[in-house]
T-cell receptor
C-alpha cells in the first residue's frame, strides 16, 4: 500500500462548480499535512496546510480526519485558473524534513 | 518567479558522461532537498541536507552524488546514468524542520534526458 494515496482523476468540472478531493495516508504516526498545487511542467507550490480543526483560505477548505487517516480539499466556485494537479503531502514523526507526496489529483475546470 | 534557481533547465547526456545539476537559494534556508519527478508521477525524495550535512539519503544509487558546498548551494553530480534516470530533477529549500511547516520552496527543475 502506498504511503499517501489519491484518486489521480482527472476531475473535469465546469466553472463555478464545487469539487472535493480526498487523500488517505497509511502511517498513523504522521504529523503534518499539506496540499500543494502543481501546474503543468511547473514546480509544486504550497497551497495550504491542513489542521485538525479544519481551515479555510478563500474558496479552499482543508480538513483532516486522523481517526480515518484521510485529508480532504474542497474548492468552491471553481475558476479556470484552478486547473492543476493537487498533491497531498504528509510528514512523518522523527523525519521532520521528509515530506511524502501523494500521486496527485488532476483537476480540469472548463467553461 | 521562484527564489530557488536551478541550472541548467535542460540537459541531455550520454550514459558515459559526467555532468552536474546546480541549485542556489538566498533565502537563508538551511535545509535543501533533491527530488526526482517522472511524468505524471509525484516528486520522490532523493536527498536532504540540513545545515550543510547530508541528513537523508533515500537509498539513491551512487551514480547520483550530492554536494552542499555552502548554505546557499546544492549540487547533484551525475555519472554513468541510465536512460531510466531521465526525469525532472527538482531542488527545494526550507527552514530546517521544514517538514513541520510544509513550506518547501521549489526551483523550476532541471529536465534531464539520458541517451
Amino acid at each position: 500500500r502506498k504511503e499517501v494515496e489519491q484518486d489521480p482523476g482527472p476531475f473535469n468540472v465546469p466553472e463555478g462548480a464545487t469539487v472535493a478531493f480526498n487523500c488517505t495516508y497509511s502511517n498513523s504516526a504522521s504529523q503534518s499535512f499539506f496540499w500543494y498545487r502543481q501546474d503543468c511542467r511547473k514546480e509544486p507550490k504550497l497551497l495550504m496546510s491542513v489542521y485538525s480543526s479544519g481551515n479555510e483560505d478563500g474558496r479552499f477548505t482543508a480538513q483532516l480526519n486522523r481517526a480515518s487517516q484521510y485529508i480532504s480539499l474542497l474548492i468552491r466556485d471553481s475558476k479556470l485558473s484552478d486547473s492543476a494537479t493537487y498533491l497531498c503531502v504528509v510528514t512523518s514523526t522523527g523525519t521532520a524534513s521528509k515530506l511524502t507526496f501523494g500521486t496527485g489529483t488532476r483537476l480540469q475546470v472548463t467553461l | 518567479d521562484t527564489e530557488v534557481t536551478q541550472t541548467p533547465k535542460h540537459l541531455v547526456m550520454g550514459m558515459t558522461n559526467k555532468k552536474s545539476l546546480k541549485c542556489e537559494q538566498h533565502m537563508g534556508h538551511r535545509a535543501m532537498y533533491w527530488y526526482k519527478q517522472k511524468a505524471k508521477k509525484p516528486p520522490e525524495l532523493m536527498f536532504v541536507y540540513s545545515y550543510e550535512k547530508l541528513s537523508i539519503n533515500e537509498s539513491v544509487p551512487s551514480r547520483f552524488s550530492p554536494e552542499c558546498p555552502n548554505s546557499s548551494l546544492l549540487n547533484l553530480h551525475l555519472h554513468a546514468l541510465q536512460p531510466e534516470d531521465s526525469a525532472l530533477y527538482l531542488c527545494a529549500s526550507s527552514h530546517p524542520g521544514g517538514g513541520n511547516t510544509g513550506e518547501l520552496f521549489f526551483g523550476e527543475g532541471s529536465r534531464l534526458t539520458v541517451l
